[in-house]
């Protein structure tokens, strides 16, 4: 399976400084995206980023990705506390489903 | 346009009965995917359907099923509920089957 593992699987910051997550996965994909979901709501798409690009911006975030390594991180810059969410990587390949990985869990502290 | 819709948000039953939850996509959305999220598993893939057939099947017993209407509403059923079917289903939709989805609140499931 091509099934994302994001890392850290929790991350506490203050309010300002800067966020990253990591995600790994395991086989050739399609795009990997990114989903933030505030607690034991919907998740809400961030961003999505092709097997062919490497880096992506939209406003306060920025994800690369490395197929090489088969890996991409999410940094979000000057965090805010309603940034405070759990962040989940989804990848995709053809023929086959999402699959999401189980998540960084970030709390920023004002 | 109107978000992912899901109906009910909430939901009580008793080990052995069955449900049935619903969920409107995005208007001119056709693909809807389901999704069960516990915190022991995270985010699993139910199904996935496309144009009213399902496209993609997830690694869940035959007690969950679903489908999906000439309108793109899809409707999932869980049979006999066991305990451990208490969980947050999640329907989401897209354009096409391999872009961004579009996440509903969830149907909180809640079997005793």
């Known amino acids: 399976s091509q099934q994302g593992e994001e890392d850290p699987q929790a991350l506490s910051i203050q309010e300002g400084e800067n966020a990253t997550m990591n995600c790994s996965y395991k086989t050739s994909i399609n795009n990997l995206q990114w989903y933030r979901q505030n607690s034991g709501r919907g998740l809400v798409h961030l961003i999505l980023?092709?097997?062919?690009?490497r880096e992506k911006h939209s406003g306060r975030l920025r994800v690369t990705l490395d197929t090489s390594k088969k890996s991409s991180s999410l940094l979000i810059t000057a965090s805010r506390a309603a940034d405070t969410a759990s962040y989940f990587c989804a990848t995709d390949a053809w023929g086959q489903n999402f699959v999401f990985g189980p998540g960084t869990r970030l709390s920023v502290l004002p | 346009k109107a978000g992912v819709t899901q109906t009910p948000r909430y939901l009580i039953k008793t080990r052995g009965q069955q449900v049935t939850l619903s969920c409107s996509p995005i208007?001119?959305?056709?693909?809807v995917s389901w999704y069960q999220q516990t915190p022991g598993q995270g985010l699993q893939f139910l199904f996935e359907y496309f144009s009213e057939t399902q496209r993609n099947k997830g690694n869940f017993p035959g007690r969950f099923s679903g489908r999906q209407f000439s309108n793109s509403r899809s409707e999932m059923n869980v049979s006999t509920l066991e305990l451990g079917d208490s969980a947050l289903y999640l329907c989401?939709?897209?354009?096409?089957?391999?872009?961004?989805?579009?996440f509903g609140p969830g149907t909180r499931l809640t079997v005793t």
């Open positions: 208007s001119g959305h056709r693909s």
């Open positions: 989401a939709s897209g354009g096409s089957p391999f872009l961004e989805q579009y």
């Open positions: 980023i092709r097997s062919n690009e």
